[in-house]
């Protein structure tokens, strides 16, 4: 990985044109150097320490317009406000530095030890002016990224917190020079707040919902948004499956059997190939017992399973159906019933009750626009699972709307063998938490890989498998056995 060096002195400047002379260093520009001659590397690192570099060259710079909301380069650019009165371009390898002079010393925020970057404020007030495209990028985010951040704010800070960023934003404005965009930003807010009507003033989905009452989760709009970005640029194989009845069933049996173990459920196979063959409870665990039948009710049903959502109502019905049918023998969990508490696990909170719906709405926009097939099925279940719409069954739900994608498609199922588990959990985490999606994406693709390779024509057959690739093992016991399985199969996971 190249390194960065900078002439920062007379000692360093004389010390780095002698290791140039020697070629031990390679010249970027003018008092800028580096220790490493692949021209990929070098542009890679430059992109990801543009901020030393804008340190190096100008004077006091500070992060404005989108950059100080990315804080990274938009195609190669970066937005920069200098405290001296001249306008220009800067070329550095792959970036391009746009200065422009300006107020320096108020809006500001530290965003790192030695830079500064416009305020959230003033980020608004900045996103608001007008820009031309240039090479068809825009210096500014516009102002669907202002009512987003404004929906979000007030969601994060309520009114309180919406009205004391108005109010700096209103300091600023004569300041900066931005009275106009300010009047914009008023009427944005006061839409938000309901103080104003929204009609003519707000026009993102976020906006309007939260100003007409029916209001979703953007936070999570964004994740989903941004997990269905990673989809669209990876590539997955997928494992046909050929209907036959015994696999079917057998495949069936497996499934349920894993996905109630994940979740508490647990019984010895024995003892649920007991409560299958018998169709009755299993001592007195009757509750439990059914779960593993509803279960397979849900799942073991071909027709069931083809049926997949064309509309955001029809998502919200499939969902609740099959829930109903699922937690039937739970009547403290509410069957069918979207929950009235909010909910979590450790640290994640998962959407609020009064968002649920919104949320669901506004996530199979998203949805709808994902490839048939396996994309659409691992979307689908990050949604189902990151909204958690249900008190319990949350993350069975989110398997079997994940299956009937797969099924409605001929693909096979992907079962999560108990041996899997942290790893699967961990994939939901890091995507959940860190917007990071390789893991779980992985994971899953690698499961619908697996699944095809059981013999499943006998059941036999399929549980000598299973057992001796210790998927029935909890992950302490056998996760080095199974993952020497999993190694088999691969995909094209490429980086967050």
């Known amino acids: 990985m190249a390194t960065l060096y900078f002439a920062t002195d007379r000692k360093s400047r004389d010390s780095l044109r002698n290791g140039h002379r020697r070629g031990d260093l390679y010249r970027i520009r003018q008092g800028i150097y ?7 590397d070098v542009d890679n690192t430059l992109i990801r320490q543009w901020d030393k570099v804008a340190r190096f060259l100008f004077v006091d710079p500070v992060a404005v317009f989108r950059t100080a909301v990315e804080l990274a380069p938009a195609q190669g650019r970066i937005y920069l406000m200098v405290p001296d009165l001249q306008r220009r371009t800067v070329k550095v390898g792959p970036l391009q530095f746009l200065v422009e002079p300006g107020v320096v010393d108020q809006g500001v925020e530290p965003f790192n030890p030695v830079m500064m970057r416009s305020n959230l404020p003033r980020q608004l007030l900045e996103n608001l002016s007008p820009a031309r495209a240039k090479s068809g990028i825009k210096k500014t985010l516009g102002k669907d990224w202002v009512e987003t951040r404004l929906v979000q704010e007030v969601e994060r800070r309520g009114e309180p917190g919406l009205n004391q960023l108005r109010d700096e934003a209103r300091t600023l404005a004569p300041v900066l020079g931005y009275n106009k965009e300010f009047t914009t930003l008023n009427k944005m807010v006061a839409a938000i707040l309901k103080t104003h009507p929204a009609s003519g003033i707000l026009q993102t989905g976020v906006g309007i919902a939260h100003a007409s009452g029916e209001p979703f989760d953007g936070n999570r709009l964004e994740l989903f948004r941004s997990f269905a970005a990673y989809l669209s640029k990876i590539d997955l194989t997928v494992m046909p499956f050929e209907h036959n009845k015994t696999a079917w069933k057998n495949l069936t049996f497996f499934e349920s059997y894993f996905s109630n173990y994940i979740e508490g459920t647990q019984f010895t196979l024995d003892e649920a190939e007991e409560i299958v063959t018998s169709g009755k409870a299993l001592y007195n665990r009757h509750a439990d017992s059914h779960d593993v039948l509803a279960h ?24 609740k159906t099959r829930h109903s049918i699922l937690l039937a023998q739970r009547h403290d969990k509410q069957p069918g019933q979207f929950k009235d508490s909010p909910n979590q696990a450790g640290s994640t909170v998962f959407v609020s009750p009064d968002k649920v719906e919104g949320t669901l709405v506004q996530g199979f926009g998203i949805y709808r626009e994902i490839s048939e097939g396996i994309k659409k099925g691992i979307f689908m279940h990050f949604l189902v699972s990151e909204i958690h719409p249900f008190d319990d069954g949350n993350g069975r739900m989110a398997r079997i709307m994940l299956n009937a994608e797969m099924v409605s498609n001929d693909l096979y199922k992907i079962i999560v063998p108990t041996v899997c588990r942290d790893n699967y959990l961990s994939g939901l985490r890091q995507a959940s938490r860190q917007n990071r999606f390789r893991t779980g994406v992985k994971v899953l693709h690698q499961l619908h890989q697996y699944t095809a390779s059981i013999p499943w024509e006998d059941y036999g057959e399929s549980r000598k498998t299973l057992e001796e690739d210790n998927a029935i093992k909890e992950a302490d016991e056998g996760l080095m056995v199974f993952n020497k399985k999993l190694s088999r199969y691969s995909g094209d996971y490429q980086a967050d």
């Open 296 to 319: 397979i009710e849900i799942s073991g049903d071909a027709v069931e399973l083809n049926r997949t959502p064309a509309s955001p109502e029809e998502l919200i019905d499939i969902l």
């Open 34 to 40: 580096t220790d490493y001659d692949d021209r990929e």
